[in-house]
C-alpha cells in the first residue's frame, strides 16, 4: 500500500465517517493539533530513563488515538459509541491523584526545561492546551461529544504532574550521583594521600614491630587502638607470655589516652609530678612503664601502639619499629 494517495491533492480531506472536507476544517484543526501533542510525547518518551514514565506516555498516546477517532467522526452511527469513554477520564483523574501524593508542592510559575523529559512533555502540555482552544472554537459549529471536553481538560493536568514528578526524580537522582560521586572521589583522594583505614595502617604497623621481634629473638604481643582508646589490631605472637596480652592492649589505651609515651608517664606519676595517683584510676588500666606509644596524623593523636613480652626496653624497640612505619 502506497503512502501517498493524491486523494489530498486539491486541499481536501476524509473523515472518519467519510466525509469530505478541506483540510482547514475545524476537526481537522483539533485532531491534527493533537497528533502534534503526540508526536511531542513520542520525544518525551524517548528521552525518558523511568519506565514507569514511558509506560503512562505510552497509554495517554494510545488514548489520543481514540480520541482523534471521536473528532474525526461527524454523525455517529446508532450502533456505534464514542470511544473516550468516562473509564477514560476516571483513569486520568485517578493517575493526577497518585502523582500529586508523589509531588513536591510548587508555589510560583514552572519555568520548562529542569529536565529533558519534563520539557518534552510540558511541550506536549500546551499543545494540548492549544487543541482545547481549536475544540471550544469547533463546538461552535460542529456537534462535539462532552467527554472530549473532559479528556482534554484532565489530560493538560495529568502531563502538569507528569513533568514534574519526572523531572523531580531526575534532579533527586543526580543529586544522588553527585554526592556519591563526591564520596568516591574523597574516598580515592584519600587513598592517593596514603590516609588508608586505621585498620590497613595498623597492620603495617604490627608487621614491622614483629619483625623487629623476630629479629631480637623475643615473642611479643602488639596492640594497635584508635583515638578512642579501642582495639584496632592485636597479634600475638607463638609462646608471648599470657600477661602480654593485656598489657599491649593497656599500654596502647594509655599512650592514646594520655597524648605520650608511657616511658613518660613513668616519671609523671611520682611523688609531686602532675600525675601522682593516676595508677590508682582508670580501673587499672592505665600503665606506667615503657612499650606504649601514640600514633599521630596531621599534629593529632590519632591511636596508639603498645607492646608487651619483654624487659621494657625491649618492648620499647619493638614499639618504635612500628611506629616508625606509621
Known sequence: MKVYTKTGDKGETSLFSRERVPKDHVRIQVYGTLDEA??????????????????????????????????????????????????????????????????????????????????????????VRRAERAVVTAKRTETIPQTVFLYMNRLSDFLFVLARCA?????????????????????????RKGEGSMLAKAKQVVAAAEQKAVEMGIPMVIAVVDQG??????????????????????????????????????????????LFGLASNGQGRYVVFGGGFPL?????????????????????????????VW
Open 167 to 191: 523531572e523531580q526524580e531526575e534532579i533527586i537522582a543526580a543529586a544522588t550521583r553527585g554526592v556519591l560521586g563526591a564520596l568516591q572521589e574523597a574516598v580515592a583522594d584519600g587513598a
Open 296 to 324: 599521630e596524623a596531621g599534629g593529632q593523636v590519632v591511636g596508639a601502639i603498645g607492646v608487651s613480652g619483654g624487659t621494657v626496653e625491649e618492648d620499647m624497640a619493638v614499639a618504635k619499629a612500628g611506629l616508625a
Open 229 to 274: 582508646g579501642n582495639l584496632v589490631l592485636q597479634e600475638r605472637m607463638d609462646n608471648s607470655v599470657l600477661a602480654g596480652i593485656a598489657l599491649a592492649v593497656d599500654k596502647a589505651f594509655t599512650a592514646v589516652s594520655l597524648k605520650m609515651p608511657t616511658s613518660e608517664v613513668a616519671k609523671a606519676v611520682q611523688p609531686g609530678q602532675p
Open 38 to 127: 503526540s508526536a511531542a510525547l513520542g520525544m518525551a518518551k524517548a528521552l525518558a530513563k523511568q519506565q514507569w514514565v514511558c509506560e503512562k506516555i505510552e497509554q495517554v498516546q494510545q488514548d489520543l488515538i481514540l480520541l482523534c477517532g471521536d473528532l474525526a467522526t461527524l454523525e455517529l452511527k446508532k450502533d456505534r459509541q464514542y470511544l473516550i469513554t468516562e473509564g477514560h477520564i476516571a483513569s486520568l483523574e485517578q493517575q493526577i491523584d497518585e502523582l500529586e501524593e508523589k509531588r513536591i508542592p510548587q508555589k510560583y510559575f514552572i519555568t520548562p526545561g529542569a529536565s529533558a523529559v519534563s520539557a518534552a512533555i510540558d511541550l506536549a502540555r500546551s499543545i
